[in-house]
């Protein structure tokens, strides 16, 4: 395993718990989050439903929210710690160890895809790599959402999460440079979503599907 990736699993390994405790609630003061979800969850439907995966999923709280939406969601991350804690929140779904860089799942196996703020960890290299993936296993017609902070510098986050250490680096990216890799995966877009624009690290979801 390449070094960025061995150092990512293990920073969240870290703070798997308190990264749980940290997003638990972070969804219900963020409405406009949570309509992403619903129109991700309205167009995987329309695209003919089927198992949905949710790629860096952390502890569950997205696959959860999406499951609820009526979505057969279900979460890889690349740290075993949180795939531990997202199966003992929420025993009812699935969960499975695994990176986006080599998504060990069927070419067309997936009705959708989501991938919300963990392509941050992801190198510029590395990048088209996991956008191949997301296509290869996306049906045609299914729907592929990334969430991202927006920038375009690049950070080694040091500790976090109740000041516990970590190393791994957070890449911010502009829409247009997500939204022209996407393209270059062979995706179509069809919306951006710009979060807190006048924060210091406003956020985007970037709505795209396969053709
Ligand atoms: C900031 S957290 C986001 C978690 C969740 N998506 C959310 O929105 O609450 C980033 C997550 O991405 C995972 N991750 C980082 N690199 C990954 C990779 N190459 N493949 C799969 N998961 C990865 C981390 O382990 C971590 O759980």
Not at 133 to 161: C, I
Request: charge should be negative; hydrophobic fraction near 40%; include cysteine.
């Amino acid at each position: 395993m390449n070094a960025w990736l061995e150092d990512t699993r293990t920073s969240y390994d870290t703070v798997a718990d308190s990264y749980a405790e940290y997003v638990r609630d972070s969804l219900a003061g963020r409405p406009h989050l949570r309509a992403a979800l619903v129109s991700f969850a309205d167009r995987v439907r329309a695209a003919g439903g089927g198992p949905v995966a949710d790629v860096g999923c952390g502890p569950g709280l997205i696959t959860a929210h999406l499951h609820g939406l009526g979505v057969d969601a279900f979460g890889i991350d690349l740290s075993p710690g949180m795939v531990a804690r997202a199966r003992r929140d929420h025993p009812g779904l699935r969960f499975e160890v695994g990176s986006m860089t080599d998504l060990d799942l069927p070419a067309g196996s997936v009705g959708g895809l989501l991938a919300w703020w963990s392509l941050i960890h992801v190198p510029d290299d590395e990048v088209p790599t996991a956008l191949a993936h997301f296509h290869r296993v996306l049906r045609p017609g299914g729907p592929v959402q990334v969430g991202f902070h927006v920038g375009d510098a690049s950070r080694l986050k040091t500790e976090g999460y109740g000041g516990h250490p970590m190393k791994l680096h957070v890449h911010r990216r502009t829409p247009e440079r997500v939204a022209a890799w996407l393209r270059a995966a062979g995706f179509a877009l069809d919306a951006q979503l710009l979060i807190d624009p006048d924060a210091d690290v406003p956020g985007a979801v970037l709505c795209a599907h396969k053709p």
